[in-house]
Every structure is written in structure tokens, then in C-alpha cells.
């Protein structure tokens, strides 16, 4: 069941990975109803692998310190998607950025007007594409990280 939840959160990923500018509800929601069941698959059983071998007195201190170290874990891992996401979103709206010269001619009427609203109207544009290279950088990066949970749960299972 492990494997298939791997497998099923990878697929949602792959599905994200494909995102752009242009995304209805449906795009967002469908990959997240099948993540939600794909996670469901792994940590439904990683619970019960997890409180299997407590004995039942020891399984409500188990089960608090399961609670505990899975919630600080997530806000670790929130807490380093975030920054990542930061980070490389300005990296990304410096890259975009660096093609915008007076020199460009494709940006040379926005430029010349002289409008702020005209500039701070492109800087929004350069903003929206940095975050969503930066969306789909992370979902590539998640996918990968899903393949090598499913590679070391395939080796643990081949070692049992």
C-alpha cells in the first residue's frame, strides 16, 4: 500500500508539473484529491507499521510522541518549502528581469510611455512567470524526492 501512496502522490506531481498561468479549479483540485488519497495510502499504514510493535500500554505515549515529532516535521519541511520558494522565486524574477532593457524592443513601448502604472504593470507580469517557474521547479523536485522514497521503500521490502 506504501508503494501504490508513492506512486499515486508521484502521478498528482507529474500532474502539477504541468501547470501554467492559465489554470482553471479543476487543475488545481483534481491533482489535489488524488494527492490526498495517494497520501492517505502511505501514512494510514505507516501509522499502524509505527504502533505495531508497542505494547499496548505504551501505544497513547506512542501515539502523542508519533503526533508530536510528525508535526514538527511538517512545519520543518513547511517552513524550508517556503524559504525555498522565496529565494527562488526573486532568483527566477531576476532572471526574467535582466531582459528588461530599453534596449528590448519588445518592451521598449511599455518603457517608453513612461508610466508607472505601465512599469508596475510589467514588474507584476515578471512576478507572475518567476512564481510559476518556481511552482513548477518544486514540483519537479517533489516527484524526484517521491521516486527515491519509492526506490528506498522497494529496497527496505526487498531486505525483509
Known amino acids: 500500500m506504501l508503494l501504490a501512496g508513492f506512486l499515486i502522490s508521484a502521478f498528482a506531481l507529474w500532474q502539477m508539473m ?3 498561468i492559465v489554470l482553471s479549479a479543476s487543475d488545481i483540485v483534481w491533482p489535489g484529491v488524488i494527492q490526498g488519497f495517494g497520501l492517505g495510502l502511505v501514512f494510514v499504514p505507516l501509522s499502524a507499521l509505527t504502533f505495531s510493535p508497542l505494547a ?5 505515549d506512542g501515539t502523542a510522541t508519533y503526533s508530536l515529532m510528525r508535526n514538527i516535521g511538517s512545519s520543518i519541511g513547511i517552513s524550508i518549502v517556503q524559504t525555498l520558494m ?6 527566477s524574477h531576476a532572471d526574467l528581469g535582466a531582459n528588461v532593457t ?4 519588445a518592451i521598449q ?3 517608453g ?3 508607472h502604472y505601465a512599469i ?4 507584476a ?3 507572475q512567470q518567476a512564481s510559476m517557474i518556481t511552482y513548477l521547479n518544486d514540483f519537479k523536485a517533489d516527484v524526484r524526492r517521491d521516486a527515491a522514497r519509492h526506490s528506498a521503500s522497494a529496497a527496505h521490502a526487498a531486505m525483509d
Request: hydrophobic residues 30%.
Open 18 to 20: 504541468h501547470y501554467t
Open 56 to 60: 499496548p500500554e505504551l501505544r497513547a
Open 86 to 91: 522565496t529565494r527562488n522565486t526573486q532568483i
Open 102 to 105: 530599453p534596449f528590448n524592443p
Open 109 to 111: 513601448p511599455m518603457l
Open 113 to 115: 510611455s513612461g508610466s
Open 120 to 123: 508596475a504593470a510589467l514588474n
Open 125 to 127: 507580469s515578471i512576478t
